[in-house]
């Protein structure tokens, strides 16, 4: 019986090391419950055809990076990640992730040059982009024919749109960083700036100079004129859209679902003079694998492919990183050229850690604002200051 005990103790040791370890000759990949499905079945194919097993671990994309940082700096952890751009500047920084090579010119041309960015890190790429996430401008095509293309033809085509419960617009900006952002950046604000090799630089904070300051004049005049209620949040914009009392809406891609549901007869264009951020989801190879060669034979032959990659969008609607994927996409889901048209004025999210020290103060001071607790340049000089003294910390 003791013997028995023992045996099964080391088997199931054997089993959570099989969760938690790379095998030699044996992939094994972290995703979220979104992708395991799909990637478990691409998985099967890729052995198929290549002869080289692949294990598909789910696990709660919140638990992924933290998880891989432990498992990985140890020397274990899976041979392949799926994750999200901002994880980079940590994961590169600590030499847990190997540099992405295999790619040609040719294929770095197929791609939206704002994922690659997305995932770049020190002058190197450490990620196979798939999926971007990106704001763009909901409109109904009842209320609207000819979307804007400028801030002031926004604000006054809403305006003269909003009344008696009826509105021009669904923006849900107050207190989201977020969703402020594209105005920010767009009438040229920026988050950090740049070092003369592209990487980014955290003393360099450009969220109070005359162009954030701007950008924050615009959202602020959005309230005072009426056109976004008081106290706006996500659910209520989403709603109100969906409702049918809303003519335009700024949001994302994963909106598009309950914009359908409710019959919206909706269409899609970048934001007018906006400069959104972009998320990215992508393929990230551990620095420790013992399968580098697989890893990158998985990544680089089977899934940096057409076919491969409209898989993974059919499973995971974002918009594709490829713009050949995208194209093949647009013909079921003609919606995604509007949001394909955002990309070409795009800001990555940051990929550095201090990026955690940017959102408390940058959420206070649009708060401040909108309420008309304090002036925008009042409010942002007060964020930068704090951004500063928490990167320093």
Do not use: C, H
Not at 193 to 200: A, Q, R
């Amino acid at each position: 019986m003791k013997r028995w005990f023992i045996l099964t103790l080391i088997i199931a040791s054997l089993a959570v090391m099989s969760v938690f370890a790379a095998t030699p000759g044996q992939l094994l990949i972290w995703a979220d419950s979104t992708r395991a499905p799909i990637l478990t079945q691409l998985g099967n194919e890729f052995q198929s055809v290549y002869g080289i097993p692949v294990k598909v671990v789910e696990m709660n994309f919140g638990d992924i990076r933290t998880k891989f940082v432990t498992a990985a700096a140890a020397g274990e952890g899976p041979d392949i990640i799926v994750g999200a751009n901002d994880w980079v500047g940590e994961l590169a920084a600590d030499g847990l992730l190997s540099p992405i090579t295999f790619l040609s010119s040719d294929q770095i041309n197929q791609f939206a040059p704002s994922s690659l960015q997305a995932f770049s890190y020190g002058g190197k790429l450490y990620g196979l982009p798939y999926g971007i996430d990106v704001l763009a401008l909901f409109y109904n095509k009842d209320y609207v024919t000819n979307p804007p293309t400028t801030p002031d033809q926004l604000f006054t085509m809403a305006q003269q749109m909003t009344s008696g419960g009826f509105y021009g617009l669904a923006y849900p900006v107050y207190g989201n960083p977020y969703f402020s952002a594209p105005f920010i950046q767009g009438f040229g604000g920026y988050v950090f700036g740049t070092n003369p090799n592209g990487s980014l630089n955290p003393n360099d904070i450009g969220l109070a100079n005359a162009g954030a300051v701007k950008g924050l004049d615009y959202i602020v005049s959005l309230f005072k004129a009426g056109i976004i209620p008081q106290g706006e949040d996500y659910n209520t914009a989403v709603n109100l859209f969906t409702s049918g009392k809303a003519a335009m809406m700024i949001n994302g891609e994963w909106a598009v679902p309950q914009v359908q549901q409710a019959g919206i007869n909706f269409g899609v264009a970048p934001i007018p003079g906006g400069e959104p951020f972009v998320g990215v989801q992508g393929f990230m190879i551990n620095s420790k694998s013992p399968n580098q060669i697989q890893a990158i034979e998985f990544l680089s032959d089977y899934v940096n492919t057409t076919d491969t990659m409209y898989k993974i969008w059919q499973a995971d609607p974002r918009i594709p990183a490829r713009y050949d994927v995208a194209a093949k996409a647009e013909k079921v889901a003609p919606w995604l050229k509007g949001f394909v048209d955002a990309l070409s004025n795009t800001t990555p999210m940051p990929n550095i850690p201090q990026m955690a020290s940017v959102w408390n103060a940058w959420t206070n001071a649009i708060n401040l604002a909108v309420d008309g607790k304090e002036s925008s340049q009042a409010a942002l000089t007060t964020a930068v200051e704090q951004i500063k003294q928490a990167i320093a910390q």
